[in-house]
Each structure stands twice: as C-alpha cells, then as structure tokens.
C-alpha cells in the first residue's frame, strides 16, 4: 500500500513546499507555473523605452535647472571681482565686439612719451615719426601701425580729459 500511494503520488501535480508560489512539480520533476507566459507584443518593448526616456528628460532638466541658477550667480560674482579690482563693470560687461583699450601707460612706451610731455603737437609728432617709419610700404608691419594708432587715440583722449578737468578747475576757483 505504502509503494501504491507513493505512485499515486508521483502521477498527480503535487504543491511545492511553500504554499504562496503558484509553481508545481509534474511526474518528470519539472517546475510549471500557474501564470501562462505569453510572447512579448511590440507594444511591451516599444513600452520599455518611455521609462528610459523619462529618465533622460529628467536629468536634461536638473542639469538645465542647475546651469540656470548657478550662471547668473557666477557672472554677478565675476562682476564683483572686477568691482574689487578696479574694473569698470561696464566695460567687462561690453561683450565679444567691445572695443579693447590701451591703457595710457602702453600708450605712452608705444610713442615713447613722458606723462609730463604729452602735448597734442608732441604726440602728433611722434605719431607721424613712428607710423611713417613702420609702414607697410617700406617693410614695416601693419600690427604695428596700429598700435601706434591706438596709442595716439589713447593719448588723445587722455589730452582731452586733462583740459576739462583744467576747465573745471578754473571755474569753481572763479565761484
């Protein structure tokens, strides 16, 4: 009786030990399962890529998010920076086409100057010396030439502002 009920039990499905998992065992030892797998549709894989997706946009837009607070904070403390240096924020802030400038002690070692000898008749005629000597015509360079342009631009500015501050001066000993 013991050999015909151990038969009988092989033939049927029996349940697996743990009761929760709807995996049996048939006569050849082989786990089946309740639950039918089915082929995977297109939709299923074409459905995959949206959580990935997802994820990307996601981390496009912390990074956007991140870059967008933390630009106009880096630029405002460049600016301070070039506050603390001396720099005039608005001549940093000019951009790409702002026009560059001497700076008048450049200015003054291009056409070999002293500060206490710029006159505007001297620095035209250290001008004409040196712009005659280095044109392009006779070998000379063109990078040059206008070095020693803008240092007379420079200087001619510089000429300019002495006289409105003399002008100033003048008039308020005149008050």
């Known amino acids: 009786t013991h050999s015909t009920q151990a038969g009988r039990a092989s033939q049927r499905w029996r349940k697996k030990s743990y009761r929760h998992s709807p995996t049996y065992w ?13 082929p995977q549709k297109e939709s299923v894989r074409k459905m995959a890529i949206g959580p990935i997706a997802r994820v990307v946009v996601q981390a496009a837009i912390m990074g956007i998010s991140i870059l967008a607070r933390a630009l106009p904070a880096a630029y405002g403390a460049a600016l301070q920076n070039a506050k603390k240096g ?14 560059k400038r001497m700076n008048l002690d450049e200015a003054l ?10 006159t505007a008749e001297v620095v035209q005629k250290q001008f004409d010396k040196y ?6 015509e006779k070998g000379g360079s063109f990078y040059l030439q206008s070095k020693i342009y803008r240092a007379k631009e420079q200087l001619d500015e510089f000429i300019q502002e002495k ?4 002008k100033e001066g003048k008039k308020g000993m005149g008050d």
């Open 131 to 136: 712009f005659a000597a280095n044109a392009v």
């Open 109 to 118: 070692m291009v056409l070999n100057l002293e500060t206490n000898d710029v």
């Open 26 to 38: 048939n006569t050849e030892n082989q786990a089946t399962s309740d639950i039918q797998v089915q």
């Open 86 to 99: 001396g720099v005039d924020a608005a001549k940093t802030s000019g951009g790409v086409f702002s026009k």
């Open 163 to 166: 006289h409105r501050e003399n």
